[in-house]
């Protein structure tokens, strides 16, 4: 993974409420085992119509907005534990998703996938999908060390579990962080 510690983004709202992992990644597209392609399937149901034709409204599809932050409504992530939904998230190009709530085994599998989960207050949720419908240039900032995500006027700190904060800033997945650990483990094991 990507070590992260810091980003300064422009973002795509998703004001949409409840969105599911099949939402995200609909199921006729789990048939792969390798996590290369989802990224081109993200919400494809959403972005194309069913005769395969872009759908303009959909804000994925809008050249106002980009960045490699998706600005979600409450409750992102739920339904079902598809891991899937973070590697086309990622696939994508996303590096933090924001919400007011997400599903617990959404957000693990995320932070798994080097993709930030940051949950914010439903004050500052809105606010900041009312500055980015208004400015899609608006920068958002976060900041994963100091755990806080700020933009022109707001700025609210976020909680994240202290263990896949070390491997986010390293860049670490769950193998790679027993590895760093190779020489105090052989230390303890010496002494047994």
Not at 152 to 163: L, M, P, Q, R
Not at 167 to 175: A, E, P, R, S, V
Not at 183 to 191: L, Q, S, V, Y
């Amino acid at each position: 993974m990507e070590k992260f510690k810091q980003l300064i983004s422009t973002a795509v709202p998703l004001e949409t409420e409840n969105v599911d992992t099949d939402q995200i990644i609909p199921a006729r597209f789990l048939k792969a085992t390798d996590k290369l392609g989802f990224g081109d399937n993200v919400f494809r149901d959403w972005r194309f119509h069913k005769d395969g034709s872009v759908n303009e409204s959909f804000p994925l599809n809008q050249s106002i907005y980009g960045g490699s932050i998706l600005v979600a409504g409450n409750n992102f992530g739920c339904g079902s534990s598809r891991e899937h939904a973070a590697w086309a998230l990622a696939g994508y190009g996303f590096k933090v998703i924001v919400s007011s709530f997400f599903a617990d085994i959404f957000k693990g599998n995320a932070l798994n996938n080097g993709v930030l989960p940051i949950q914010v207050s439903e004050v500052f949720l809105k606010d900041l999908l009312g500055k980015i419908q208004a400015d899609p240039t608006l920068e958002i900032s976060v900041d994963l060390e100091n755990q806080y995500i700020s933009y022109s006027n707001g700025k609210e700190t976020f909680e994240i579990d202290a263990y896949k904060k070390v491997c986010l800033i390293n860049g670490y997945d769950d193998i790679d962080f027993l590895i760093s650990k190779k020489d105090k483990i052989n230390a303890f094991e010496a002494t047994q």
